[in-house]
Every structure is written in C-alpha cells, then in structure tokens.
C-alpha cells in the first residue's frame, strides 16, 4: 500500500474554464417539427419532465470500451429534470454534418432512444462518436470530475440560445469569493469567481483522514495563511508579506456537485487512491456546515441552502484501472437506481451508503462525485416538490 503523500493540494480554482474544443459556429435553425412531434405524444407531461423520466423502469447504456464513465455522467444529467428541461429547448441544427457533431443534439437523441421504451439498454455510439469530433477519445478512461467539466463546456458552447446558455449556467454554478488580506497592513483583495464543482479534499493539513462531507467542506472554507514561498505582493506594504486566503460562499445553484478528492497526487508523480470511510448525508444544510465568515450571502439566499442527494458518481478499483457506475435517485419516483452500464437495478439507501469507502479495501466502489439537489428552490418544480 503506498504511503498517503503530504498536504493534498487545495487547489481552489475556479473549474469553469473555457472549453478546450474550438468547433466552428454552427448555423443552426429551430427545427419546431421535431420538438412538436414530441410534445404532441403527451404535451402535459414533456413540459415538466425530461424525457427519461416519463418511463416507468430506467434505461441502461451498452459500454463501448471503457465508456463507463461517460454512461453514469449521462445517466446523471438524463436523470435531472431540469437538465432535460432545458436539453428538450434546444435549436436543432440544420446539417446533417452539424447534427452529427453538436454535443447536446446527440444527447437528446440518445434520451428519446432511451425513452422509446423498447429496450432495457441502449448504445450511445453516435453521441461517442460525436464526442471524438471533440477530444474526448473513444477507449480511454477518463476521470469523471474532468469528463464532467468537459461534457458542460461543450454543452455550453454548442447550446445556441443565449437564455438556454444562463439556464444551464444557473443550474450548475456555484458562486464564490476569495478574500486576500495583508496580515502587516488592512490591504484586502477581494475577487468573485464561479465554479462547477467544489473540489473538495479527503485529507487535511496534516495528511489526517476526514471522515465526513461537513468536515471536507469546512475544511474547503478554513481560512489557509500564505507564507514561505506562497507569499504575496502587497501595494500598500510595497513587499511580499503573509497574506491571509479565505474562500466565502456567494451563491449556490440548484444542482451542486461536490467532488471528493480521493485522487492523490505525489511528488513522485504517481497518484493512488484514498478509498478510506467518508460519509455523507442525504441531507446537507449549508448554514449549519459554514459559519457566518464563511458566508456572504443574505438570508434569502441561505434560505435556499437546504440539500437532498441525487447523485452519486462512485469509482471502484485502482487509479490505473477502474470502473464507474452511477447510484441515482428518481425524482418522480423517489427511488434509488444503480446505472452500471447497460444494467440497472433498484437498490436501497444502504447499498449507496455502500460507496462511504472502508480503508482496508482501497480498490472497493468509494463515491468520487456527490450531486445534491435543492430542497425549496426559488421557482417551484411541480417534478421535485411532489417527492419532498
Ligand atoms: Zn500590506
């Protein structure tokens, strides 16, 4: 077993970053027939639902060779009504060519193949082959974190309609300050950025195990001292001197993602992974994790800070060599299903409480992405609040 490196890095950049793929623009226009054909089928349904969740038994997704983690991503983003609320919005591209390679065309595709009911898995071949067009090679593991990142990158930059564009972004993003404050002088810097997860690490300072989200996520929010070689410039002092960094939590978005860092990087270049016990809750309340210095927020938003899990994104084997599958909870039915690929069973809140992790068996299914979801959001969805 290898030796748990030192600090683990907390790297608390903002993740939404530009997309890496430059496409062309694509000229597209609303093809209304298609999106009219659907709505006709049962137009009071469609309008609140995504189309995955119109369907009595999940739908599971062939593995292409290693595409396991792209399967349990889609499953997570099909399974969120209010993602394929805004997908079922989309302006269909007008080309054939355009069609093959925009991103969220092809995942509305594969949703309506996984809607039509007729079979318990289907291939997501032509959304692969899509994502190729893009960077995201065909049989290669990816890790699910940066795969994510990438899947809503491409989605953002391929969605035409500017409202659909801020829908997505609000659904995901979460809201951050970063404060720098001189500790010779009252020089303070302060700066907002936006996030698509919070990448959270599994160990603190000194390498000591966390066991539990709120103590990952307090540990996120620790005011970190800057010295030595981390230094900053202070203007007002006109030297580097020690700066104090603290991170306030501005805003949080319907849909959150947490990331547990259970991917350590060593100085040897080598990484491992952390499987050890780190539970989590099916209910997070922010306010009661963070305190009042962690927070810049008023009340009404924290108000809105009451989290149910959704999703969990779990990783079993090694760093090298491993396999993904996606625990979710049904919205509309309130119950968890386990998306291992072209197989989906349902499963009990004790076999997800399974993916907690146990130290002895580092290779075991450990969760790797949380996704939590808005107990009392600001716009009532009919879909959720007939569940809570
Ligand atoms: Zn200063």
Redesign the pocket.
Known sequence: MGQVSGRQERSKKPEVALSETMEAEIEVQNNKKEIEEVKAKNPKLTSVFGVADLKNEAVGLYNLGQTCCLNSLLQVFFMNIRFTGILRRITVPSSAAQKRSNVPYQMLLLLEKMQCGKCKAVCPRDLAYCLSEHRVKLFVQYDAAQLFLTLWNLLKKQIRKPELVEELSDLYTICIQEHLA??????EIKSNSTMLTLPLPVLDANSHRLSTLEDCLQYFFLPEELTGQNMCF????GKK?TFLQSMRLVHLPQTLTLHLKRFCFERSSRTHKLGHFLQFPQELNFREVLTEDQCQADDSEKATWQYELFAVVAHSGSTGFGHYCAYIRSLTECKWYCFNDSEVCQVSWDDVKCTYGRSSLNWRETAYLLFYMKKHPQQPCPGVSECL
Do not use: L, V, Y
Request: proline share 0%; hydrophobic share 10%.
């Open positions: 001189c500790q010779k002088c009252s020089f202070c203007q007002q002092c001197t």
